[in-house]
Structures are given as C-alpha cells and as structure tokens.
C-alpha cells in the first residue's frame, strides 16, 4: 500500500487547509463561547463539495475516495474540531445511511440534496437509556396501514435543532431483538418530530447537539430506509465507515494541539532559553510526531481498504481508538507545555484539551473499541 498523496491530494489538502484558516479559525472562539452553529458556513463548506465528498456526482457528490474523506476532515479538525464533527456526521451518518441503504427513488430524494449542502442530515440512535447497548432502545414504530408511527426520543444527536433531513432508528419487533431494529427517513416538518434539549456540552460547542422527540411521528411506508428488521445490522456497518472519520478528525486535532504547543515551546523563555532546548520539552514534542503519525496511517489504512470494498470492522475500531487515545495524550501535553496559558482562553491549548474527549466516546466509546477489536481478533484465530 502506497499512501504516498498524489498531486491531487496535496492540493485538495491545501486547498481545504486554506479554506479552514480563512473562514473557520477568525471565529473559532466566538463561536465555542456562544455555542454558535454557523448555518451560514454550511453553503461555503457545500461549495467545496464537503458536504458530498464520497457520494457520485450523479446524486450531487464530490465523487472523492475514502482517503481523500479523511484528508478533509483532517483539516477541518485541526483548526476547529466542532466543524469538523458536523461534516463527519452529515457525511458519515446520515447521509452514507442512505447512500449504502436508500433505493434510488431515497437516493434521489434526499442524497442528492444532502451531497449538494442543500439540507443539513442528522443521525438518531442513541437514547438516554441505550449508548452502547444500541439493542436496548426504547423508540417504536408501528405500522399504520401503509406507513408507520414513530414514538420515542433520541439524545446527543448531532443537527438535532437545525438537521432538515433524520435517519432514525426504532424498533419495529420487540420480541426479535437486534433483528428487530429498523430505519426510517423522516423529514423536518413532519408532524411528531420536533427537537427537545439542546445539550450544554464540554466541548465540540459549535456542533449543534440536542435531543429529537418524536410523538405519533407518522410517515409514510417508501420511507423505511432498507428492510424492516435491517436496521441494527445496517447501522454497525454505517459505524464501521462513521469511525474512519472520527479517527480521521482525531488526527487533525491532534495535529493542531501539537502545532499550538510546539509554536508556544518555540516562543516561551524561562531560565534565559526557549522551553523547546529542555529534554522535558522535546521528548514531549517527539512522542507527539511519533503517534500522530502512527494514528495517521492507521486511519489511512482503513480508509483505503473502504476504498477497495473490504470489511473494515477491526480496522476502523483499532485506527478510532488508537487516534483518538492518542489526541487525548496530545491535546493534554498540550496544556501542559502552556503551563498556566493552557488553563486560559487566550491560547487554543485549552479548547483542544475540551473538544478531544468526545473522540474517546463519539461512535463507541474506547471499551467498545477494543470489545469489537478483541471480538474481531478471536473470531480470526
């Protein structure tokens, strides 16, 4: 395997980069302390075709590779993680449910607008009773003559209040357990849907987060998206590409928490020298180049095994957990390189130490990573 990027690529990189730095990083702050979603970002990101990077063209997509997915999130990641969390998830979730899942009258319907920016996707799976356990959900659909009624909530569902377009996920058979999950397509607007608590979060604060209620939600039965039943099978396999990304954005922030603080080492004095000349410094500084780079290519990896078609269930487990552990180990280093500077507002040290934990736990936690890993091992000997 050669990751070797093309020209292409170091362009897109550059090009994303750029972008990031000139319409993301002047409002980064602002934006955190407001808890500020940037709807109108969404038309600027969508006409770098961020919002469709893997979809065809032919749905209004980008048409990139798996690869190139992660080059962007990469860098959208190292200047503001929460921008970065909202495209994974528009991209990563919603959107690549029904990309994988949809028929083409699904597709054409709601991809296409999805992949072109039009309208902003949001994913529904966890409850407030069922994280991990995603088998333990409490949300129910029942049929209606044709359609079907949808009662329950989801919780920490990324573009609860602002999402246009919900993949979610309900029981449809109690009594069958996993296989008795199913997915549905519900459209904002629809009567029964509306969004409940918007959450006060540690970090990602610029990634609209709330709750989705739904109350005799009905819809109609074209918008069960795959078949009834296939819906916990279907999301495990949306989660095993949806953690590709999350590694992905891991690795940018950890990039920019380990370019903040080897900028800051460079900068600071103390005892008549730059901080950068004390070996504390600088064994810091090389443990953090040595395990983004490794987080790289695990992530990388994965990627280009999506890329060519194969299962990437361990692979995308073990790049999520190894980039995000090792963001948490940076982003910490990171304020600790800071000194008190870290513990304050003024420099980015701490918005990174903040926003990095969520990694550990966004898509499945860091125990579940190395429960699919461990599983995935064992079945293999």
């Known amino acids: 395997m050669d990751f070797r990027p093309t020209e292409e690529q170091e362009l897109l990189r550059r090009t994303v980069r750029e972008f990031a730095e000139t319409e993301i990083l002047p409002h980064v702050r602002q934006w955190d302390q407001d808890q500020h979603f940037p709807a109108p970002l969404m038309p600027k990101l969508a006409a770098l075709g961020l919002l469709g990077i893997q979809f065809p063209e032919r749905y209004g997509g980008a048409a990139m590779s798996a690869l190139d997915y992660c080059i962007c999130i990469e860098e959208l990641a190292r200047v503001d993680p929460a921008i970065a969390l909202s495209v994974a998830a528009h991209n990563g979730l919603c959107a690549s449910h029904i990309a994988l899942f949809g028929t083409e009258a699904q597709k054409t319907k709601y991809l296409t607008p999805l992949a072109r920016g039009e309208k902003i996707g949001a994913w529904g799976l966890t409850e407030s009773t069922s994280g991990s356990d995603a088998a333990g959900m409490r949300t129910h659909a029942t049929r209606d003559g044709g359609g079907w009624v949808l009662n329950g909530s989801k919780t920490f569902t990324t573009h609860g209040r602002v999402g246009d ?217």
């Open 165 to 381: 377009v919900f993949v979610i996920m309900a029981v449809t058979d109690r009594t069958a357990g996993t296989k008795g999950i199913s997915a549905f397509v519900v459209e904002k607007g629809t009567p029964g849907i509306s969004p409940g608590k918007k959450e006060d979060k540690l970090g990602m604060r610029a990634s609209d987060t709330s709750e989705v209620v739904l109350e005799n939600c009905r819809v109609p039965g074209d918008q069960l998206l795959g078949e009834a039943g296939q819906g916990f099978v279907h999301t495990m396999q949306v989660l095993d590409a949806g953690r590709i990304g999350i590694a992905a954005l891991a690795v940018g922030l950890a990039q920019g928490a380990y370019e903040a603080e080897l900028r800051y080492a460079k900068e600071r004095k103390s005892f008549g020298k730059t901080i950068s000349s004390f070996q504390a410094i600088q064994w810091k500084l090389a443990d953090a180049a040595v395990r983004i780079e490794g987080a790289r290519w695990l992530t990388y990896r994965a990627a280009y095994l999506k890329g060519k078609g194969a299962r990437t269930t361990l692979e995308s487990s073990m790049a999520k957990l190894y980039a995000s552990e090792t963001a948490v180990r940076v982003a910490d280093d990171c304020v600790q390189i800071h000194g008190g500077y870290g513990f304050v507002k003024d420099y980015p040290a701490e918005k990174y130490f903040r926003d990095v934990k969520l990694t550990t736990i966004g898509e499945g936690t860091s125990e579940i990573q190395r429960l699919v890993i461990a599983r995935q091992l064992l079945s293999r000997s």
